[in-house]
Nanobody, 117 residues
Framework: QVQLVESGGGLVRAGDSLRLSCAASQTRTVFSINAMGWYRQAPGNRRELVAS???????NYADSVKGRFTISRDNAKNTVYLQMNSLKPEDTAVYYC?????????WGQGTQVTVSS
């Protein structure tokens, strides 16, 4: 019922910037989209929270990305963004967006972010 389309991943050099986007769409039913967030998972590692944002704009970041990443959302477009600056090789992972609509969680397909040295 809620579909998430991610974009913005790619291969960049250390120190570069990248912006991820995740657009949520609904077809038959309409639900209020509440919290939105970004997670990442590297091979052999568990999926970890990177950043989250509530509908009211309250944000939360993992310690590893504080000061470098910024999460934002456009409620009118049902889109969440992740601005990633000063990227490091350890940021390399598949990034997934997640939205909470009503009482359900929905996940994007994931987008690969690779940061070379």
């Amino acid at each position: 019922q809620v579909q998430l389309v991610e974009s913005g991943g790619g291969l960049v050099r250390a120190g570069d910037s990248l912006r991820l986007s995740c657009a949520a769409s609904q077809t038959r039913t309409v639900f209020s989209i509440n919290a939105m967030g970004w997670y990442r998972q590297a091979p052999g590692n568990r999926r970890e929270l990177v950043a989250s944002i509530t509908r009211g704009g309250s944000t939360n970041y993992a310690d590893s990305v504080k000061g470098r990443f910024t999460i934002s959302r456009d409620n009118a477009k049902n889109t969440v963004y992740l601005q990633m600056n000063s990227l490091k090789p350890e940021d390399t992972a598949v990034y997934y967006c997640k939205v909470t609509a009503s009482v359900y969680d929905y996940w994007g397909q994931g987008t690969q972010v690779t940061v070379s040295s």
